[in-house]
């Protein structure tokens, strides 16, 4: 039990449990209400649970992500190329380290540099909508993956035929994210780090003889400069590709499933309405539920002392509905005053690529909606059993 200076109220929930990973907002409500804090048995660990308290953990400068030295414990055989990639990852890093990449990192996600995807990304989302079922079908498999996975592959600068071989190697190495992770998930994630790694390294090298123009070609430019070593180059290259996609297509999926149904929907999804819209389901239906974070110094947050070595858990997922942010929180309002959320997390690990999938969602939504105006969802969507991440595994709808 991590160790903090007063007794947390106790909670049980089973995050396998399809109840509640179908719907954990009746749980979040109910922890909210027993304070900043509790202690979630399952896990083992305190968890944050508001808004206010959620923000202060991930922003605080002695709490971070990279395991403290005397937590750390060998890596398993069986793990090597995954913790190989993990080892660079700007996920698992702390300054100066983490600065230091994610500097390079955001230098290529300029606002000229994302506009200019603003057109692939239209046209992909055309011709995934073109080749629709003409009868029900699942539009996580038809448009939210293939188009996420395609968008950050025409990004980063890969062929687009890979796209569908990258999402899957990603899937892979994700889930060792997830709270149902076992041997079996281990090997696959090893099994596609290690594939993942290969495929990049050769992006990489191909970069170094051709001008291209590229993200993947300023990484390479970046590291032949000095500012990142190959293996750092090539760990944000593969965690670019992994966040880019992952956390996007649930995003995707999720906004559909809320808008489908909307009746103020073409208000909602007008020019100058999207923006705001895009942030009202990431805030309503975040992508991601829950992120750890480590404390390295003995620390105090809401008058709850914390102490070095231990470890806490941020629920983004409750702090996204809590009503001292948002009035009535558990109420979708597109057209609500905009508040920043935390579906994108906060401080110096918030999402670097944040932006582009913003843009994403701000295009893909108006451009299905207006091909497909009588979208309409033809079954319960079925949540994927993947908490901490918040998506559809099959969400089937009709458009005719």
Not at 133 to 139: A, I, R, S
Not at 262 to 286: K, N, Q, W
Request: glycine fraction near 6%.
């Amino acid at each position: 039990m991590a160790q903090t200076s007063q007794p947390l109220p106790v909670v049980e929930q089973d995050p396998g449990d399809p109840e509640f990973f179908d719907n954990p907002y009746r749980f979040y409500d109910d922890i909210r209400r027993q304070g900043d804090f509790v202690f979630w048995k399952d896990y083992d660990l305190p968890m944050a649970t508001t808004h206010a308290a959620v923000s202060q953990i991930m922003k605080h400068p002695d709490m971070g992500r990279a395991v403290p030295e005397g937590l750390q414990t060998p890596v398993p055989t069986h793990l090597q190329a995954f913790a190989a990639v993990e080892a660079h990852s700007l996920l698992e890093l702390e300054p100066p380290a983490h600065g230091r990449i994610r500097r390079v990192t955001m230098s290529a996600f300029t606002s000229p540099r994302i506009a200019l995807i603003a057109p692939v990304i239209s046209q992909l989302a055309d011709r995934l909508i073109d080749v629709f079922p003409e009868g029900p079908f699942d539009l996580i498999d038809a448009y939210a993956k293939p188009l996420a996975a395609q968008s950050i592959a025409a990004f980063l600068g890969v062929d687009l035929t890979r796209a569908r071989r990258l999402q899957d190697w990603s899937n892979q190495m994700v889930a060792m994210y997830q709270a149902r992770r076992d041997r079996q998930i281990e090997d696959e994630a090893n099994a596609a780090a290690a594939s993942m790694a290969a495929f990049m390294k050769a992006e990489l090298d191909e970069r170094r003889n051709e001008d291209r123009q590229d993200f993947l070609a300023r990484l390479v430019a970046t590291s032949d400069e000095g500012g990142l070593s190959e293996a750092e180059a090539l760990s944000t290259a593969i965690l670019l590709m992994n966040a880019g996609h992952e956390a996007t297509a649930h995003s995707l999926g999720n906004a559909v499933s809320i808008l489908a149904g909307f009746e103020g929907r073409a208000e909602a999804i007008a020019p100058d309405a999207i923006a705001g819209t895009v942030e009202e389901c990431l805030r309503f239906r975040p992508p991601l539920h829950m992120f750890t974070r480590y404390v390295y110094a003995d620390t105090e947050v809401e008058d709850l002392k914390f102490e070095k070595d231990s470890q806490i858990g941020c629920l983004l997922g409750s702090a996204c509905r809590d009503d001292a942010v948002w009035p009535d929180g558990n109420l979708f309002d597109p057209f609500r005053l905009r508040r920043p959320h935390l579906a994108f997390g906060h401080g110096i690990h918030s999402c670097v690529g944040a932006a582009l999938a913003r843009l994403e969602l701000q295009i893909a939504l108006p451009v299905l909606f207006a091909r497909c105006p009588d979208l309409r969802v033809t079954s319960p969507p079925k949540v994927a059993d993947s908490y901490h991440f918040h998506g559809f595994e099959a969400l089937e709808v009709a458009v005719r």
